[in-house]
Structures are given as structure tokens and as C-alpha cells.
């Protein structure tokens, strides 16, 4: 799974309100522990961790300490859309 991660330093930092996720039942979302721990492994800070509509959000710093907000797909632990936060 380190690879999804990794893809995290290569996207677009766009302005967003919020992410289109697709609907899954319950048992089929992915462990938000998987995806805090592959987060943190790849240097990632979470102050923030939450769900939004379908999609698991994360606010945090990246591994050069800029803050960044990240949409996963909730099933798949997939990038759905990322944007830095300036202050």
C-alpha cells in the first residue's frame, strides 16, 4: 500500500470545498487505523482525522511540514483530492 502514498508528493495542491467519494456499505470501508499507520510511516503528521460525506479527511503536515488536507475513498484508501492550507 506504500505506493498510494508515495503518490501523495506528486498531486496538484487545488483549492476544494470537499471531495465526491463513493457510497459503500459499512463492512466494506477500509481500517482508518491502516490508513493513519501507512500515513505516519511515510512522515505524515494527522492533527486531524475525520469522516466527510463518504471519504475519510485527514489535516495535517506532510513529511516537509506543510500543511496539507487529504480525501481518501473510504474502500480502496485511494488519493480522491488533496490541497495544501496556507495560512
Request: contains cysteine; hydrophobic residues 40%.
Amino acid at each position: 500500500m506504500k505506493f498510494l502514498y508515495g503518490l501523495i508528493a506528486f498531486l496538484p495542491l487545488n483549492a476544494l470545498a470537499s471531495a465526491d467519494c463513493p457510497a459503500y456499505p459499512k463492512e466494506e470501508w477500509a481500517s482508518q487505523e491502516t490508513l493513519k499507520q501507512a500515513l505516519q510511516d511515510e512522515g505524515y503528521k494527522i492533527k486531524k482525522f475525520k469522516i466527510d460525506g463518504h471519504c475519510y479527511e485527514i489535516y495535517g503536515l506532510n513529511k516537509e511540514g506543510k500543511k496539507v488536507e487529504i480525501y481518501f475513498d473510504m474502500k480502496t484508501l485511494g488519493i480522491v483530492k488533496a490541497e495544501g492550507i496556507r495560512d
